[in-house]
């Protein structure tokens, strides 16, 4: 049986561990994490590093937690699996997702970290593996095997690779994906975030205008127009509709 509470209660206290970290408290932990990263991945920076542990940090919250796993029948969960992982690189912690997912249903994890992102990881589960008094995590750099089910994720080429190898097991394999966004010039502020575009002055007016030529016809943006006959024409044409009826 899967103790929740006490899952919750860990993650919730590694939330505040990395909080810590990132405010330098104590400082050598931080730097010496950055140093190491930074030795064996050149393209991650401190900057990059940081961020993604603030991005945990925020999400490791007994309410988040719970709201996150209300959606799913973790009681039901009796027989004990483990679970391959192979995880990818390109981000600094990329993968944690993968393994909170293996840890907080009670199963054993054999890890296959990428080269690129060795060393957060294991941190990270080294500090769950003490708080919760069990040995969840495995990780090694050759051929997995005595595994019940397996999470891959790479390249389009890796992914093939791992079809083939994986197809006897039950099996989520992941590979590249992109995504499009068409921007003209006119934007001013881009909010990442919630997705959305602030754009100049001059394109939001004449955004403005063709909003008012599609609601009030062509002479709703002429210098004559005033509001008076705008909203006239609104109401006007909502009186006709009623004396219709």
Same mark, same amino acid.
């Given at each position: 049986?899967?103790?929740?509470?006490?899952?919750?209660?860990? &993650?919730?206290?590694?939330?505040?561990?990395?909080?810590? =970290?990132?405010?330098?408290?104590?400082?050598? =932990?931080?730097?010496?994490?950055?140093?190491?990263?930074?030795?064996?991945?050149?393209?991650?920076? @401190?900057?990059?590093?940081?961020?993604?542990?603030?991005?945990?940090?925020? &999400? *490791?919250?007994?309410?988040?937690?719970?709201?996150? *796993?209300?959606?799913?029948?973790?009681?039901?969960?009796?027989?004990?699996?483990?679970?391959? %992982?192979?995880?990818?690189?390109?981000?600094?912690?990329?993968?944690?997702?993968?393994?909170?997912?293996?840890?907080? %249903?009670?199963?054993? $994890?054999?890890?296959?970290?990428?080269?690129?992102?060795?060393?957060? =990881?294991?941190? &990270?589960?080294?500090? *769950? @593996?003490?708080?919760?008094?069990?040995?969840?995590? %495995?990780?090694?750099?050759?051929?997995? /095997?005595?595994?019940?089910?397996?999470?891959?994720?790479?390249?389009?080429?890796?992914?093939?690779?791992?079809?083939?190898?994986?197809? !006897?097991?039950?099996?989520?394999?992941? !590979?590249?994906?992109?995504?499009? $966004?068409? &921007? @003209?010039?006119?934007?001013?502020?881009?909010? *990442?975030?919630?997705?959305?575009?602030?754009?100049?002055?001059?394109?939001?007016?004449?955004?403005?205008? /063709?909003?008012?030529?599609? /609601?009030?016809?062509?002479? $709703?943006?002429? +210098?004559?127009?005033?509001? !008076?006959?705008?909203? @006239?024409?609104?109401?006007? +044409?909502?009186?006709? /509709?009623?004396?219709?009826?």
């Amino acid at each position: 049986m899967i103790d929740l509470n006490l899952k919750i209660k860990i &993650l919730n206290e590694l939330g505040f561990y990395i909080s810590n =970290i990132i405010n330098n408290n104590p400082k050598s =932990i931080l730097d010496n994490l950055t140093k190491s990263i930074i030795n064996k991945n050149r393209w991650f920076d @401190e900057k990059s590093i940081i961020y993604s542990l603030k991005v945990w940090s925020n &999400l *490791l919250k007994s309410d988040l937690i719970e709201k996150w *796993l209300d959606k799913y029948k973790l009681s039901s969960i009796e027989k004990k699996k483990t679970i391959a %992982l192979i995880l990818p690189g390109n981000i600094p912690l990329v993968g944690f997702h993968d393994i909170l997912c293996v840890w907080i %249903l009670d199963y054993k $994890a054999i890890v296959k970290l990428s080269s690129k992102d060795d060393v957060l =990881i294991p941190f &990270l589960t080294d500090y *769950l @593996e003490k708080k919760s008094g069990n040995k969840s995590f %495995l990780y090694t750099t050759s051929s997995i /095997k005595k595994f019940d089910a397996v999470i891959a994720t790479g390249s389009n080429n890796s992914s093939i690779y791992f079809k083939y190898y994986f197809s !006897k097991y039950p099996n989520i394999i992941r !590979k590249n994906r992109t995504s499009i $966004a068409v &921007l @003209e010039g006119n934007e001013t502020e881009l909010d *990442l975030k919630n997705r959305k575009i602030k754009l100049s002055v001059k394109a939001a007016q004449i955004d403005e205008e /063709k909003s008012l030529i599609a /609601k009030f016809g062509e002479g $709703a943006t002429k +210098s004559g127009a005033t509001l !008076k006959g705008i909203f @006239e024409k609104a109401i006007g +044409s909502k009186k006709k /509709k009623k004396e219709e009826k």
